[in-house]
Structures are given as C-alpha cells and as structure tokens.
C-alpha cells in the first residue's frame, strides 16, 4: 500500500470513489461524523480530478486528488472488459486502482458512436468506437 500519503490529506482512494460518485462522506473528526460538503474542483480537461471537502460542522477541511499514473496504459483486454462491463450495465471499473470508469459519449461526425474512458483517479484516458468491433460479433 501507499506508505507516503501526506497527513493533509487524511482522505483515500475510498473517498475519492464516494465524492467521483456523489456519494456521502463522513467528517474524520472524532465525535463529528457530519456529511463533509464536496465540491468538484476540476477543469474539464483535468485527467485526474480534485475535490475539496469541508464539513459544515465543525469547519475541517481537506483535499482528495487521484495520483497521475499513465503508463502503463490499459491493454486491450482490459479495454474490452470495461466496454463489455457497461453494455451489461455494470459499473466498470480501472483495473490500476478499482476506481470507476467514466464513459463520456463524443461528438460523432461519422454517425459513429465513440465514448472516451476516463479514470479520474490515475487520469488514463481513451477513446473507442462504440460498440467496439470485438464486441459486435
Ligand atoms: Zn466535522
Ligand atoms: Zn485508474
């Protein structure tokens, strides 16, 4: 496990996946617990996203920000697992890190869908054909 997370940043990648998903997160000040106030800093063209938190308890603050890992990039089968995993409707999710995948359709000027896969956590990124070839059959 990651042994060099700077004590500024008492939130981890459990965190990170709640605030990417809307989810609740709890306040880490003992006796507090309140819902901490989430709020996406990141630019459209950020790769990995940022997050502030603030609970309006008690006045903590903090930060959650994925950790820029690109390489190496998803292969192939992982790819196709990500795309089988959202036409069944399911989350996928980032073979690096678990963290969940975010399919983003594209403009298509062909007629042709695409959808960009993004991981907000370690800020791979790709764009495929939609359906995918292998997927077609
Ligand atoms: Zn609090
Ligand atoms: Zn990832």
């Known amino acids: 496990m990651n042994t060099k997370t700077p004590p500024a940043q008492p939130h981890g990648h459990a965190e990170f996946v709640k605030a990417l998903q ?3 997160i709890s306040c880490p000040i003992g ?6 106030d989430v709020t996406d800093l990141s630019q459209v063209k950020d790769r990995v996203k940022t997050f502030s938190l603030r609970c309006p308890h008690c006045g903590w603050e903090g930060q959650l920000r994925g950790q820029e890992t690109l390489t190496p990039p998803w292969d192939d089968a992982s790819l196709l697992l990500m795309a089988d995993e959202h036409l069944m409707h399911q989350q996928p999710i980032c073979p690096f890190d678990d963290t969940p995948v975010v399919f983003t359709s594209l403009p298509n000027p062909r007629r042709r869908a695409r ?3 993004s991981c907000y956590y370690c800020g791979r990124q790709t764009d495929m054909d939609w359906p995918p070839a292998e997927a077609r059959r």
């Open 22 to 24: 809307h989810e609740t």
């Open 31 to 36: 006796g507090c617990g309140g819902p901490l």
């Open 115 to 117: 959808y960009r896969l």
